[in-house]
């Protein structure tokens, strides 16, 4: 996944991005790879998961292997540890350096140490940074706002983007457009003209679904617990991505062997599927 394919992605990045199992012809891949590596301002259409955000993050560190930066990504404070695994993994090849900024205090220390090239952080988190002048907003080329619909709040959003580069990339990733939009929404706001990537109607389900809240770090344990209560002859675990295959199966331990693993692949006909 080198070369054009990728629009001139970095391979160490593109390699890790393949390990995860996204491809030169998946539909995000082909779409917002080649736009975020030119700098394009976007709304990205994705489901509210980091995993599914995986090519773009890819781009963004592939530019930053390029030229100098840095990367704020804004999320709920639910979603830091997400993305810094989804970074971190696709970083491995790479001297760029990751900060999931969980609170102030440590990410202050850490950002006046050294480069830091991707910062994560909650809005709240990252406008404590600004009063503390760590954050460096002159040095930020890319901002982006992780399903904002999601936050409690848009003030940190607010109390920050005043003062970033005028230049500064800008992508929204978003589910729900229709609750950021309108005259005074955060896309007409902060991505007024943007280009909008994904959004393609997904079809319907082609059975009944239900539903099961768990906590993020909670997700594999949650399946061995439905397949145990279920008891189902055969099971299909869908991922968003490769990443955690390792320990779905470790977690199911023996009870693996009739279920199936995959990551946006079709399901075999008659399964029960678990979403993951």
């Known amino acids: 996944m080198a070369g054009s394919e990728t629009g001139q992605m ?7 991005l393949e390990t995860l199992g996204w491809h030169a012809g998946d539909p995000e891949v082909r779409e917002v790879v080649p736009a975020v590596l030119r700098g394009t301002s976007a709304v990205v259409h994705l489901p509210p998961a980091p995993a599914w955000a995986s090519p773009l993050a890819a781009a963004l560190l592939a ?28 970083a491995r090849g ?41 954050l460096a907003p002159d040095r930020i080329t890319t901002l982006v ?13 607010a109390g920050i983007a005043p003062d970033l580069p005028r230049d ?11 609750l950021l939009g309108g005259s005074d929404g955060l896309i007409e706001r902060y991505l007024r003209k943007a280009l909008v990537l994904g959004g393609s109607a997904a079809g319907e389900p082609a059975g009944p ?24 002859p055969a099971v299909t675990v869908w991922t968003a991505d490769t990443r955690d295959h390792a320990t779905l199966a470790q977690t199911l331990g023996r009870g693996g062997d009739t279920v199936t693993i995959v990551a946006r692949a079709t399901p075999a006909a008659g399964t029960t599927t678990i979403c993951y």
């Open 10 to 16: 970095a391979p160490a990045v593109a390699g890790e």
């Open 63 to 90: 530019g930053l292997a390029e030229r100098p930066g840095r990367v704020l990504v804004l999320a709920a404070p639910v979603l830091i540890n997400e993305w810094a695994l989804v970074f971190t993994a696709l």
């Open 94 to 134: 790479t001297a760029l350096r990751i900060e999931a900024a969980r609170g102030p205090a440590r990410a202050a220390r850490t950002l006046a140490a050294g480069d830091v090239d991707v910062l994560i952080a909650s809005p709240a988190t990252a406008l404590a940074l600004h009063g503390r002048s760590a």
């Open 145 to 157: 706002l992780a399903w904002p619909e999601t936050w409690d709040s848009d003030a940190g959003l």
């Open 168 to 178: 500064a990339q800008r992508l929204l990733i978003t589910a729900r457009p229709d």
């Open 209 to 232: 679904v239900r539903t099961m809240a768990t906590p993020w770090h909670s997700r594999a344990g949650t399946v061995a617990t439905l397949i145990e209560a279920l008891d189902p």
